[in-house]
């Protein structure tokens, strides 16, 4: 039986923030990946890999990304600075120990 990888965990606000926004506009779209990653020419596993943050995308894929999903690159950017905004405003949890 294969083992299953361990997911990695985007450590960066950044690549958080850009696959934290892409997934919540995608769901207000009402668009699946596999529809998202059609409509942008793109693999599945790509957008799954940027909603993760994985990967950060090229500002010519996020600027395709956007196209897709009918709004502009700016709003992506400004959502993407706000949700950054409000990790930096959220308490740290108490560390156990």
């Known amino acids: ?4 990888q361990r997911q990695i965990q985007p450590t960066d606000l950044r690549a958080k923030a850009t ?4 997934r919540e506009l995608r769901d ?8 998202l990653s059609a409509n942008c ?6 957008i ?6 994985i990967i950060n995308p090229t500002v010519s894929r996020l600027w395709m990304i ?6 502009p690159l700016s709003q992506v950017a400004k959502r993407m ?4 905004v ?10 156990r120990g």
């Not at 039986?1 to 299953?4: D, I, L």
């Not at 696959?19 to 892409?22: E, H, N, S």
């Not at 020419?41 to 790509?46: A, E, K, P, S, V």
Request: glycine share 10%.
């Open 41 to 46: 020419g793109f693999d599945r596993t790509y």
């Open 81 to 84: 600075e706000v949700w950054i």
């Open 1 to 4: 039986m294969q083992r299953r």
């Open 86 to 95: 409000d990790q930096d405003r959220t308490p740290m949890k108490p560390s």
């Open 28 to 35: 207000q779209a009402g668009l699946s990946q596999e529809r």
């Open 66 to 71: 956007a196209d897709a999903l009918g709004i």
């Open 48 to 53: 799954s890999r940027v909603e993760r943050g």
């Open 19 to 22: 696959g934290v926004v892409v």
